[in-house]
């Protein structure tokens, strides 16, 4: 996946309107729920940062730490909304609370 390609790009529901920020593993971006008129993050696994032979075991770790941070719930933390996968692209992506520089100063005070 090129990170910059999925822009203007819809993802079941969700309209891909900017990137956020990347990393080694995922790509971070900022997307509008055309069902529930909010913006999100989406975060996506880098799958071609990955050997073949490495994937499966990331997306599981990836699987396994969205589900772990699903249980939380802080104001310092954003919420998770939505996991999925799609093995035909392949991506595995989490959907999260969008919050934008100057709501996360304020939250957190």
């Known amino acids: 996946m090129r990170d910059k ?6 993802l079941d529901r969700y309209r891909i309107t ?3 920020g990347k990393g080694g593993m995922a790509v971070v971006y900022k997307a509008h729920d055309e069902h529930l008129d909010r913006d999100v993050a ?3 696994i880098r799958s ?4 073949p032979e490495q994937l499966d075991n990331v997306l599981k770790r990836f699987k396994r730490e969205t589900k772990a941070l699903a249980k939380l719930f802080h104001p310092n933390i954003v919420r998770v909304y939505d996991y999925g996968e799609n ?3 392949p991506f595995s992506m989490v ?3 969008f919050c934008c520089a100057n709501q ?3 939250m957190r005070g």
Request: aromatic letters at 4%.
């Open 5 to 10: 390609s999925l822009i203007g790009q819809t």
């Open 18 to 20: 900017e990137m956020l």
């Open 42 to 44: 989406i975060k996506l």
């Open 48 to 51: 071609t940062a990955f050997p």
């Open 87 to 89: 093995r035909s692209a």
């Open 95 to 97: 959907l999260l609370e």
């Open 104 to 106: 996360c100063s304020v």
